[in-house]
C-alpha cells in the first residue's frame, strides 16, 4: 500500500528557508519519477519541482534558483530544500509521482510565508 508523509512545514518570514521531506513507502520510489506540488487558498495545484529516477530536475520559473529536489532512494525520502521564500510560497506542499501523479494524496504540510 503506498503511504507519502510530508513534513517541514511551518511559518518563515519572506526571504527565509525551509526544507520540506516526504517519506515514501508502497514500491513506488525506486522506478518512478517524484515531485513536490503545492495548493495555496482557491488555487489548482501546481507541480513545483520534479525529480527522475534518474535525478534530473525541472522547476517551474516561479520557483527556479530557489527551490531544489533531490532524493535519496536508500531512505524512500524525497526533499525540497526552499530558499528566499516569498509570501506567494504559501501553500500546502505534496509529494508525488511526477508529472502524472497519482489518485491517492498524503496530508501535505504547510508553508506559511509571512511577516
Known amino acids: 500500500q503506498v503511504q507519502l508523509v510530508e513534513s517541514g512545514g511551518g511559518l518563515v518570514q519572506p526571504g527565509g528557508s525551509l526544507r520540506l521531506s516526504c517519506a515514501a513507502s508502497?514500491?513506488?520510489?525506486?522506478?518512478?519519477?517524484l515531485g513536490w506540488y503545492r495548493q495555496a487558498p482557491g488555487k489548482q495545484r501546481e507541480l513545483v519541482a520534479a525529480?527522475?529516477?534518474?535525478?534530473?530536475?525541472d522547476y517551474p520559473d516561479s520557483v527556479k534558483g530557489r527551490f531544489t529536489i533531490s532524493r535519496d532512494n536508500a531512505k524512500n525520502t524525497v526533499y525540497l530544500q526552499m530558499n528566499s521564500l516569498k509570501p506567494e510560497d504559501t501553500a500546502v506542499y505534496y509529494c508525488?509521482?511526477?508529472?502524472?501523479?497519482?489518485?491517492?494524496w498524503g496530508k501535505g504540510t504547510l508553508v506559511t510565508v509571512s511577516s
Open positions: 508525488n509521482v511526477a508529472p502524472t501523479p497519482m489518485a491517492y
Open positions: 508502497g514500491g513506488i520510489f525506486s522506478f518512478s519519477g
Open positions: 525529480i527522475s529516477q534518474y535525478s534530473s530536475t
